[in-house]
């Protein structure tokens, strides 16, 4: 997740790159910004998670580049909680068990190419991305009030052994259809289907496979420009 | 130095005495805030520079004293604004603009903690602005939150770069635009001590002065 402050940096480049006027905008690069919603089929649940993609349309608008950054975030998930068994002998607040909560980002390199069909007022998308997510479990609700004024995650630690939280690198491929609805030609609304692998990655609670090899199914709104 | 920082501000000032400025306010609530209200002044310096100030209160429910959450207190965020138009057509517009904002927070709820706190929070988000018709517009973007406590113990990563997303609609009368802002996205930080997951609603208000229906589509920041 430290990773995200390079999304700083990507900010500026999508400056440089994307000054453009409206006497200007022909032959020059684009710019895209997709937002979306997605549906996670994980192993024991659907997950969700918000997140977005951004970057630069190649002069031709038939390739994208940029980055896509996604989290299935815990307080968006409260219907999928994971229980730990403490070893025995170990307890927290009285408890022997707890109920945790997941959490997971990704952010990565995202480049896709774009199909114009209709007078461009259809769009098929191939996007292929590669980056790292982390993902970890976490106490939830009142067992966020520590009993000894300890950090929330040094107790964590404790109770998980520090392996609560992992990172792994992790790529997608998918397809996507974006349709232009309005007289604005700048908006598009679609969604498309991703299919995730990861790398590395090996959950505490969810074993290896928690993330990887699995669907995703996403909506959202596409700006072009 | 002092001189020539001076002398550019000036400059900069009275080539922009055509220019028109923002004013506007919100109010709104959000996962970590019961309320929360906002008032802010924007004056362009260039055709694509603008600067601004931004002032918010919010009375909380959930935020962090040294990485701890609390349940109760109120926060003031001063900030300076500075924004950037990157691109713009006919029915389009493309922004960047960087919110840093010095933040006080006083905690009213536990007092194993300190009652107090300083801070400093950096919303820099790109926004995209659509006209949909000649009333409406749409706004859709991202903005990368980050925040630091810096007394009374610093916490650098209170709140890391998080990506939230944007959106909102506009209803553009005369010289004003009535706006509804939503936010929402992950958030992680100090360790995964602090907030998970953002939201906000607000609905808002912002008029152009001098007072003119302009025909491009104005400035505004989430």
């Not at chain 1, 607040?93 to 945790?100: A, H, I």
Request: aromatic share 14%.
């Amino acid at each position: 997740m430290n990773n995200l402050k390079y999304l700083n940096v990507f900010l500026l480049s999508i400056f440089v790159t994307c000054k453009v006027s409206a006497q200007e905008q022909q032959n020059k690069l684009g710019f895209f910004f997709q937002s979306e919603y997605s549906a996670m089929f994980l192993s024991s649940h659907i997950g969700n998670a918000i997140g977005f993609s951004m970057g630069i349309s190649s002069k031709s608008r038939k390739f994208d580049i940029g980055i896509l950054y996604y989290g299935r975030s815990g307080p968006i998930n409260n219907h999928k909680t994971f229980t730990l068994q403490l070893d025995p002998g170990e307890s927290y607040k009285g408890k022997t068990s707890l109920e945790l909560g997941a959490d997971h980002g990704f952010i990565g390199l995202n480049i896709a190419y774009n199909l114009r069909l209709n007078n461009n007022k259809w769009l098929i998308r191939i996007p292929i991305s590669f980056g790292q997510i982390g993902a970890g479990f976490y106490l939830k609700g009142e067992d966020r009030i520590t009993p000894d004024g300890l950090r929330v995650s040094e107790w964590e630690d404790i109770l998980q052994d520090g392996t609560d939280a992992g990172f792994g690198l992790a790529s997608e491929i998918g397809v996507q259809a974006f349709y232009q609805p309005f007289k604005n030609k700048h908006l598009q609304l679609g969604g498309g289907v991703n299919y995730t692998n990861t790398y590395g990655y090996s959950s505490f609670l969810g074993g290896d496979n928690f993330y990887n090899n699995k669907p995703r199914l996403n909506i959202g709104v596409r700006i072009n420009l | 130095m002092k001189r020539l920082f001076l002398t550019t501000t000036l400059l900069a000032l009275s080539l922009s005495g055509f220019s028109q400025s923002n004013f506007g306010f919100s109010v709104g609530t959000s996962k970590s805030d019961h309320y929360l209200g906002s008032i802010w002044y924007q004056h362009p310096i260039s055709n694509r520079f603008s600067i601004g100030l931004n002032f918010r209160y919010c009375d909380f429910k959930y935020r962090f004293v040294n990485a701890i959450a609390i349940n109760s207190g109120k926060t003031v965020f001063t900030g300076l604004v500075i924004g950037y138009k990157i691109a713009e057509t006919e029915n389009f517009r493309l922004d960047f603009n960087l919110t840093s904002s010095y933040r006080y927070l006083e905690n009213q709820e536990n007092i194993t903690l300190p009652s107090k706190t300083i801070g400093l929070e950096f919303d820099p988000n790109i926004l995209m602005t659509l006209r949909m018709n000649d009333k409406i517009l749409y706004h859709t973007g991202a903005m990368l939150r980050t925040s630091i406590q810096l007394k009374p113990e610093v916490i650098g990563n209170e709140q890391q770069p998080s990506g939230i997303v944007l959106n909102g609609i506009s209803l553009k009368s005369n010289s004003a635009l009535y706006t509804l802002r939503t936010y929402a996205g992950p958030m992680s930080g100090a360790t995964g001590d602090t907030e998970k997951f953002f939201w906000m609603v607000s609905v808002g208000c912002q008029f152009n002065i001098p007072s003119k229906n302009a025909s491009s589509i104005s400035f505004l920041n989430f």
